[in-house]
């Protein structure tokens, strides 16, 4: 059989078969279709649009992540001479064509035309998988080996290694025919899936003697299937007794043979000190090894609960704060788990939020005596504001992006601030802190609404904050075709051409919902819209002004983008949500420590001095919310307040995360 495979491969080539053999960079880089980046500028360079389009969407399907190539793609869709039909995949596998148009058929209760691609999709997806296996065998790939001096094996063993490694490759070749180009997770339960949704199909066409084929194979798979042993016999029924009911041969062979490498395979797990990750679902309970049950177990429940339940609740009881207003819901946003709140800030609130972004520092300070040396000015009321501290937390580390390129147009300054980096900067004296301390009250303020409203009974906890502002570029709006903020998900990695949304890394899988505060509406563009998953279809718009708080909840129904910002400053508070303590935003935890700490430091001043209390330089119309009292600290902390009457306490300084 190895000499076989030797002679055709070397036919087929010409020449040796290892002197054609790729390295695995190159095929990741082929996998990851890193080629067509590269043509559809060439491309574009030679004027050759039409394959440009089609190069740069085969390439963004596979990497919908890349912002770059989602910005290229938004404008190759405003250019005048573009044909939607350019928009092709170079690359597409056929069982995924056919299985997608034949999901969309379904779910438009097309169900002629859906039972005619859902069949191509399963016999091409068959064909794929059999290629899949067949280049399991050959030379044996070396694989990274923790224990560099592991002992060599014998012959026999080596045998059984390269066998169990082959049939193993063969498994996991299901999960390369189920996973879609760009995605890490695949789809479960492809094969079986398919004759579920057959069944379903068949029967709505009424043709129940395939319906019944297709019921009695999938129990194949899932024997026990209650829904589906109560369907068979109805169609049983329907055929009448006399005619048998027999599953389809080719996946009876299919499951027959799946079953009998994963016998060996879990011999070689409990024997031979081998370890499996099974991709199926479906394999029975009794060929896994009784000290692998529970752990099966547990990742079979963890995969059930990984889709939460996402429907729309009906508001419980009232606001916890008076005079807020819901402008829109779910019903006038048309769509689920949306509402727009009014009146959340107050005029004068949102102007002392925004005084955070008027300071602006020196784009290269002087050091010294170890100490940071800002040069604090005040924006004139025509002054561009450039260069700002906002703008350089944003271009670094800390600007909420965590070393991430922001996903925003270069026609746009885009700024942001944290609220530990404000805490910092108010202890630099760059900012007020009642200021300061009002952007973290607001986002508090935010949250139990939120939380009021989606989740009452459940505590959210804050995943991340973010004071931003976009900022439209003097002299570069003219022809924009590009947003300000591109469509996406906040959770999962939306595929507008699969009409569906992807809950993996990178996206933060862990945040459930998200708001936005906005602070201002003296600009130009910058409206707030949702959009069906294909990215395209505008379903609702919301118009930015202070006060007005946005909040949605972050997954796959709730696409959404902003329009271009085309003149003026857009500032909001953007604020994401988790169920999950285990992802609760650390640095706000650590600036919450912080407004504690000074708290502490400003009670003995203002208890030994009452007259000492008048607001300072820089406060601003919002009088400073009263200190909490019985939170004092230990004197035993390492800032302690003055003990000294009417001298300012020591001002802590912190360690500048950013």
């Not at 790729?22 to 095929?27: F, N």
Request: hydrophobic share 30%; aromatic share 8%.
């Amino acid at each position: 059989r190895a000499d076989c495979l030797e002679e055709c491969l070397g036919r087929r080539l010409g020449g040796q078969p290892s002197r054609h053999r790729a390295s695995r960079l190159i095929q990741q880089e082929f996998e990851k279709r890193e080629p067509y980046n590269y043509l559809q500028v060439a491309f574009f360079k030679l004027k050759r649009l039409d394959e440009a389009v089609s190069s740069a969407h085969t390439f963004f399907v596979a990497n919908p992540q890349h912002l770059q190539m989602r910005e290229d793609i938004e404008k190759y869709r405003r250019m005048a001479g573009v044909k939607s039909e350019s928009f092709r995949d170079l690359e597409a596998m056929s069982h995924w064509v056919a299985y997608e148009t034949g999901m969309h058929h379904y779910n438009m209760d097309d169900y002629q035309q859906a039972v005619t691609k859902l069949e191509e999709s399963l016999r091409e997806g068959l064909l794929a998988l059999e290629d899949c296996r067949a280049l399991c065998e050959g030379p044996q790939e070396e694989e990274e080996e923790e224990d560099e001096e592991k002992m060599p094996l014998g012959l026999f063993e080596a045998i059984a290694a390269r066998y169990i490694q082959v049939l193993k490759c063969r498994q996991n070749c299901i999960l390369d025919i189920a996973t879609k180009p760009g995605r890490v997770s695949s789809t479960e339960d492809f094969i079986p899936s398919h004759f579920d949704l057959l069944q379903f199909a068949y029967d709505r066409v009424g043709n129940h003697a395939l319906a019944a084929e297709c019921a009695a194979t999938y129990l194949l798979f899932y024997p026990s299937d209650e829904a589906m042993l109560e369907k068979l016999k109805q169609y049983q029924a329907a055929l009448g007794e006399d005619i048998p009911v027999i599953a389809r041969e080719v996946i009876s062979h299919y499951v027959q043979r799946t079953l009998m490498e994963k016998k060996l395979i879990y011999y070689a797990v409990e024997h031979l000190g081998e370890t499996f990750n099974d991709p199926e679902s479906w394999t029975p309970e009794e060929l896994i090894p009784e000290d692998m049950k529970e752990k099966y177990k547990e990742a079979q429940e963890k995969q059930r609960q990984k889709a939460p339940d996402m429907g729309q609740p009906e508001l419980n009881g009232s606001l916890p704060f008076e005079g807020i207003t819901i402008t829109m819901d779910f019903r006038q946003l048309n769509g689920s788990q949306r509402v727009v709140l009014d009146d959340v800030l107050t005029e004068s609130e949102c102007k002392d939020i925004l005084r955070l972004a008027e300071v602006r520092i020196d784009a290269n300070p002087t050091i010294s005596s170890g100490q940071r040396t800002l040069t604090l000015e005040r924006k004139e009321p025509n002054e561009s504001l450039t260069p700002s501290y906002l703008f350089q937390a944003a271009g670094g580390t800390g600007g909420g992006y965590r070393g991430r390129r922001s996903p925003h147009t270069p026609h746009e300054r885009f700024e942001g601030l944290t609220v530990l980096k404000a805490l910092q900067l108010s202890e630099e004296s760059a900012v007020s802190w009642r200021d300061v301390k009002l952007f973290l009250q607001a986002s508090e303020k935010s949250r139990k609404i939120v939380e009021s409203y989606y989740t009452p009974g459940k505590d959210l906890y804050f995943s991340f904050t973010h004071l931003v502002c976009r900022t439209a570029t003097e002299g570069e709006q003219e022809g924009r075709m590009d947003l300000s903020h591109p469509v996406h998900a906040d959770n999962c990695l939306l595929d507008p051409e699969g009409n569906a949304c992807w809950r993996e890394p990178p996206a933060y899988v862990y945040r459930d919902y998200s708001a936005i505060l906005y602070l201002n509406d003296d600009f130009q563009g910058g409206n707030l819209f949702f959009t069906e998953t294909d990215a395209v279809t505008v379903t609702a718009q919301v118009r930015p002004k202070c006060g007005r708080l946005v909040a949605f909840s972050s997954g796959g129904e709730n696409p959404h983008g902003v329009w271009a910002v085309t003149r003026g400053r857009r500032c909001a508070i953007a604020l994401w949500y988790t169920l999950s303590p285990e992802h609760a935003e650390q640095e706000r935890t650590q600036a919450e420590e912080l407004v504690r700490q000074k708290e502490t430091e400003q009670e003995q001043p203002r208890s030994v001095d009452k007259e000492d209390t008048g607001t300072g330089p820089g406060s601003g119309d919002s009088p400073e919310p009263p200190v909490s009292k019985g939170r004092g600290r230990s004197a035993s902390r390492r800032n302690k307040p003055s003990s000294e009457p009417g001298l300012q306490s020591k001002v802590l300084r912190t360690r500048d995360e950013f």
